[in-house]
C-alpha cells in the first residue's frame, strides 16, 4: 500500500485491537464529528449526548480485543450507538417502549458565512426548518436518515446497525426522505 494512501477503517480498529494506540486516536478523529451529531438528533438533549457519545467509545474500548472484520468499521461503530440509545432509554422509562422521540430541544446548524446577508438568511431558514422536519419523522425514520446522511451508512449496513431487515431500512429511509422533500418543497 502506498504510503500517502490512509488506512481504511477495519485496518485501523485491527491495529487498536493488536495494540497501537494511535489507530484509535485516527478512529476517533475521523468519526466523533458524525457519531456525536448522530446520538445528538437521535436523543435531543446535548448533555445526555454526551455522555452517550463517551459511553459508546468505552464500549468500543472495552470490546477491541474480541473485535474482528464482519463489516465496515462504521456499521461495527453505529450498531454499539443504537444499543447504546436503546440501553438509554430503557433506563429512563423501565418497561415502556423505546422510543427515540423522547428528549428536549433540537439544535440549529451554524449559518454559512456568505458575502450576503440574504443569502445567509435563507440558509439558516432553511437549515432550521429541515431540523424540524428531521425533528418530527418517527424515530425509526429519523435514525436512517441520519445513519445514511451523517455516518455514510449504505442501506444494507443500516441494517445492521439497528437490526432489522435491509428491505425494513430501506423503506424507513424512503418514507424519510418522502416526509422530509415534502415539507422542504419550497426550497427545493
Not at 440549529?108 to 422536519?133: G, I, N
Not at 418517527?138 to 439497528?162: M, Y
Request: contains cysteine; charged residues 30%; hydrophobic residues 40%.
Amino acid at each position: 500500500m502506498p504510503r500517502d494512501e490512509p488506512l481504511r477503517d477495519e485496518a485501523l480498529m485491527l491495529a487498536y485491537r493488536d495494540g497501537a494506540g494511535s489507530a484509535f486516536d485516527e478512529l476517533y478523529r475521523r468519526h466523533k464529528g458524525p457519531l456525536y451529531r448522530y446520538l445528538l438528533r437521535q436523543c435531543r438533549d446535548a448533555a445526555a449526548a454526551e455522555e452517550l457519545f463517551q459511553d459508546v467509545w468505552m464500549n468500543l474500548v472495552r470490546a477491541r480485543a474480541s473485535y474482528t472484520v464482519t463489516a465496515r468499521f462504521a456499521t461495527y461503530l453505529y450498531r454499539l450507538a443504537h444499543n447504546r440509545l436503546i440501553d438509554h432509554y430503557r433506563r429512563r422509562v423501565p418497561g415502556a417502549l423505546v422510543s427515540f422521540d423522547d428528549g428536549g430541544e433540537s439544535t440549529e446548524l451554524p449559518a454559512p458565512r456568505p458575502s450576503e446577508p440574504h443569502v445567509a438568511y435563507a440558509a439558516r431558514e432553511e437549515a432550521t426548518r429541515l431540523l424540524e422536519l428531521l425533528g418530527e419523522l418517527p424515530a425509526a425514520q429519523r435514525e436512517a436518515f441520519v445513519l445514511q446522511h451523517e455516518a455514510g451508512l449504505s442501506i444494507e449496513e443500516i441494517a445492521q446497525a439497528t437490526g432489522v431487515a435491509p428491505e425494513t431500512a430501506k423503506s424507513r429511509l424512503r418514507y424519510a426522505m418522502t416526509r422530509l422533500r415534502a415539507g422542504m418543497s419550497e426550497w427545493l
